[in-house]
């Protein structure tokens, strides 16, 4: 869900620079939420700010880019399902494969910062349980996280199965998933098969009473059912001078929000239709204030490395948390969040750019290459 965004449709291939700079936003919101929580940050103590602390919102916008991103690459016809996985594989699998490891060797010293933190915090007890049943079950937790696979098994077969050793992975499986499934989805929409796409909808209905865990495909298929719908008006735009398009932009955003009220969708919404109204506007208007701010350079750049930030940024913070426990453990609550803060997020974007260009990077040129030969 955080990889580059490439649209090859009928119309000619074009980089949609909003949809990457919004992944480098929803990066820092993700990492943001973890520190937050590890001080026992609460709803009350943020007010209106309170969305910071639940970064499942920001996920559930990556999910959504996932189902447009993979859809677009779908209608292009280029790949055939081997060459499709080969590439997706090689896109998610090393990268995450790396921080599993330094995850797992962390172990340790990860339990002994959150038993030793001056302070207690519900989240924080959550996580030193998840660590337990990974240490209980180590061998069958290690088999499910190399296969990607561990967000299907439920906690009542494997406990904590989808947040055991690298906790934000519970997302990456759920891509997985979705890539071994996705090109029959698009074969049954695209083939306007009526029984299939009422299939779809009802499974979309099962995470109304799902006992699963939200790493589970079926749980979060609504979510890229809006990236695929949002693809399918992106390849078919209307065609309506400006200032239709910006009424729009501004009933959609009001209705988004007076009906859901959900800070994922407003944010979608608010992306997707200023990128669409703003793709053929060389014009300067108030709706292409969203696209100037998600096409800044900075922005783009964390948007290029936001998988990398996702995946490494844990890693540091309890690498950091550790030292602090062991260093500076007589200092206040809130010098211990400002200095996390502060020497966390220059150490998580230089970790972050390492892994993308010594991993993440070469692997996805490697399978461009091993799947152009089959």
């Given at each position: 869900m955080l990889s580059n965004t490439k649209i090859a449709t009928n119309q000619a291939k074009s980089h949609i620079a909003e949809f990457e700079g919004l992944r480098?936003?929803?990066?820092?919101?993700?990492?943001?939420?973890?520190?937050?929580?590890?001080?026992?940050?609460?709803?009350?103590?943020?007010?209106?700010?309170?969305?910071?602390?639940?970064?499942?919102?920001?996920?559930?916008?990556?999910?959504i880019m996932s189902g447009f991103f993979i859809f677009s690459l779908l209608n292009s016809g280029r790949e055939n399902y081997k060459q499709f996985i080969t590439r997706r594989f090689l896109r998610i699998f090393p990268a995450y494969f790396v921080c599993l490891v330094f995850s797992i060797l962390l172990t340790d010293i990860s339990v002994?910062?959150?038993?030793?933190?001056?302070?207690?915090?519900?989240?924080?007890?959550?996580?030193?349980?998840?660590?337990?049943?990974?240490?209980?079950?180590?061998?069958?937790?290690?088999?499910?996280?190399?296969?990607?696979?561990?967000?299907?098994?439920?906690?009542?077969?494997?406990?904590?199965?989808?947040?055991?050793?690298?906790?934000?992975?519970?997302?990456?499986?759920?891509?997985?998933?979705?890539?071994?499934?996705?090109?029959?989805?698009?074969?049954i929409v695209s083939?306007?098969?009526?029984?299939?796409?009422?299939?779809?909808?009802?499974?979309?209905?099962?995470?109304?009473?799902?006992?699963?865990?939200?790493?589970f495909l079926f749980t979060q298929i609504p979510f890229f059912l809006v990236g695929i719908i949002s693809f399918y008006i992106w390849k078919s735009p209307l065609s309506l001078p400006k200032k239709q398009k910006g009424l729009i932009l501004v009933c959609s955003v009001i209705l988004v929000t007076v009906f859901t009220g959900k800070p994922d969708l407003i944010v979608w919404t608010i992306v997707f239709l200023s990128a669409l109204i703003n793709r053929n506007s060389q014009e300067n208007g108030i709706f292409s204030l969203v696209s100037k701010i998600l096409n800044n350079k900075i922005i783009l750049y964390f948007g290029r490395i936001s998988y990398s930030i996702y995946l490494i940024h844990m890693v540091v913070i309890y690498s950091l948390l550790y030292l602090m426990t062991q260093y500076f453990y007589n200092i206040d609550k809130g010098w211990y969040l400002l200095s996390i803060f502060v020497v966390s997020l220059p150490l998580i974007t230089i970790a972050a750019h390492y892994l993308y260009n010594w991993i993440e990077k070469p692997f996805i040129t490697l399978g461009k290459r091993i799947a152009a030969n089959f």
């Open positions: 480098g936003i929803l990066c820092w919101w993700v990492v943001f939420s973890h520190i937050l929580l590890f001080f026992g940050i609460t709803d009350e103590d943020l007010g209106s700010f309170k969305f910071i602390l639940n970064a499942s919102q920001a996920v559930n916008v990556f999910i002994q910062a959150l038993q030793n933190l001056p302070w207690k915090a519900e989240k924080n007890l959550i996580r030193l349980q998840i660590f337990q049943d990974s240490l209980d079950y180590f061998w069958q937790h290690l088999i499910a996280h190399i296969t990607m696979l561990h967000g299907v098994i439920p906690d009542s077969m494997l406990p904590s199965s989808s947040f055991t050793f690298i906790g934000q992975a519970w997302s990456i499986s759920l891509e997985w998933q979705f890539y071994l499934v996705a090109p029959f989805l698009f074969y083939k306007k098969n009526t029984w299939g796409i009422y299939l779809i909808l009802f499974s979309a209905l099962l995470y109304l009473f799902a006992k699963v865990g939200s790493a």
